[in-house]
């Protein structure tokens, strides 16, 4: 039995722009399963439907059509179920102003019915690196401290399946680290993972699958190390001074000065360096490098620039 499971599921939003009644299509009949013990990568730009997806797992919105399900719980039908089976870790911060950190875990636990908790809380605790912090009002916490509680409080009922919603977006190295190192090990001792990130460099080190989500459409799936076997091998990399030829330019990353331009082979790198050296420009401090996920990344997005699915005025 899949631990989540994505069946056609659509999502249609009132537009924002269009006439009175009509819908866009924020999630365009995505089919997904993860299995038990996966850690799962799901990638894609702003307004992808990643948090779509994750609001509607977690029963927060209802999808249009399609079914979902966790470790066999339908989302919807057996709610309660299915939301004791997961631990969501959500990406705004919102949390109690009035309650301490372990105030703030013990109710968390309640909603739950789990009396009694302590051992575990101070486990997490101890874990994300909060013990300090246990009585500390929640508002007096930082940014990332308050993260750390919202990790706290989406595992405090043990859950089999973890979700991440963008958890590392804006905090620093240590608590990225920390997190990364227990959610690790939890996956280690069976728990699903499935992770949002903007931080292609995190889901290449953490995730052994990977889903590329593109307006609402299921763009890539693949296991990570497939998905960077199958990407061009080297990128060539170097800096000029003026623009790219435009046929160049069509291929090529560009970053301020810094061009980077995916290659095959050795050929193919030979034959950018002559048309940059025919344009009359210098390629300086020119380096090749491996592919990583972020150059897979950019690649399936571009394939795949101009899906955009509105559906008319509905009834
Ligand atoms: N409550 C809502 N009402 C109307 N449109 C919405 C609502 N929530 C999301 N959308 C739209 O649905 C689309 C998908 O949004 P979603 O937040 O799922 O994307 P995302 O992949 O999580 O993006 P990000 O990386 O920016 O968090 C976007 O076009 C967004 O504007």
Redesign the pocket.
Known sequence: MPAISFQSVSKA??S?RGPQGST?L?LDQVSLNIEEGEFFGLL??????????I?ILAGL?RATGGSVSVLGSDVQKDFAQARRKLGVVP?ELVFDPFFNVREALRIQSGYFGIKNNDAWIDELLESLGLTDKANANMRALSGGMKRRVLVAQALVHKPPVIVLD?PTAGVDVELRQTLWHFVAKLNKQGSTVLL?T?YLEEAEALCGRIAM?KT?RIVALDKTSDLLKNASSNVLRFKIDSELPAHLLGKARVTGRVVQLPAHDALEIEQYLTAVREAGLVAQDVEIRKADLEDVFLDVMTQNKDSVHSVGATA
């Open positions: 939003y009132p924002p866009f924020a894609g730009p702003n307004g992808a439907g990643k948090t779509t997806m609001s919105t990406q963008e949002t903007h989500l609402g």
